[in-house]
């Protein structure tokens, strides 16, 4: 909050991106406001500057059962799934353009284009 206090900007200036359980691995969703759906981090800018910010929501999958979901979040990826952490990093670079012009469409779109190629 301080830092968008200080440069005089809104949340509508404000992109946040998060692990998403509910997501399948790698897939990668645009969604404006919402709640925090437990999530901590979520929470806590909920708390500073309310709900309506920009997130860019990065699947991880859940784990399948609730005890397991904080070592899930918590821990690192497997090796085996290295490559496809590598593309989806990769994609979401290469279209970044898309975000700082607030086409979130085009860059989800993009996005999934590069990571099935």
Request: glycine share 14%; no cysteine; aromatic share 6%.
């Amino acid at each position: 909050g301080e830092a968008l206090r200080f440069y005089k900007l809104g949340t509508d200036a404000l992109t946040v991106f998060h692990d998403e359980l509910d997501l399948a691995p790698f897939k990668v969703k645009v969604k404006q406001g919402g709640g925090h759906a437990g999530h901590n981090g979520l929470r806590s800018i909920d708390q500073h500057l309310g709900a309506e910010f920009r997130r860019i929501r990065l699947g991880i999958g859940h784990p399948g059962h609730k005890d397991r979901v904080t070592g899930h979040v918590l821990g690192n990826f497997a090796k085996a799934e290295e490559d496809d952490l590598a593309a989806m990093l990769g994609a979401i670079g290469a279209e970044a353009d898309w975000l700082a012009k607030r086409d979130d469409v085009r860059f989800t779109n993009d996005v999934a284009l590069r990571q099935q190629g």
